[in-house]
């Protein structure tokens, strides 16, 4: 059973940062795909940014040039660098990952972007 453990969301003025981390149990150089997904509230889940085990990475356009995933193998670890914060980017973050043909849920974490 792969678990995910996210951490750093918090309250953030517009404009500012925010690095989310996400702790997975299992070495994540196995690991088919990891990645971020958000839900606002009246939302649909949806995804922020995606990188695979190659190393290829996905944005959609709302988090293209603002926000930058990347990986710590050693640490086991998947970051999600939000930069230039807005409030529309309010939501609970997820980390995700696809291990075969199961997927996998952190618990998630809150990210408040307000004056």
């Known amino acids: 059973q792969l678990q995910l453990v996210e951490s750093g969301g918090g309250l953030v003025q517009p404009g500012g940062s925010l690095r989310l981390s996400c702790a997975a149990s299992?070495?994540?150089?196995?690991?088919?795909?990891m990645g971020w997904y958000r839900q606002a509230p009246g939302k649909q889940r949806e995804l922020v940014a995606g990188i695979t085990r190659g190393g290829s990475t996905n944005y959609p356009d709302s988090a293209k040039g603002r926000f930058t995933i990347s990986r710590d193998n050693a640490k086991n670890t998947v970051y999600l660098q939000m930069n230039s914060l807005k409030p529309e980017d309010t939501a609970v973050y997820y980390c995700?990952?696809?291990?075969?043909?199961?997927?996998?849920w952190g618990q998630g974490t809150q990210v408040t972007v307000s004056s």
């Open positions: 299992e070495n994540i150089f196995s690991i088919s795909a």
């Open positions: 995700y990952a696809k291990n075969y043909a199961r997927d996998y």
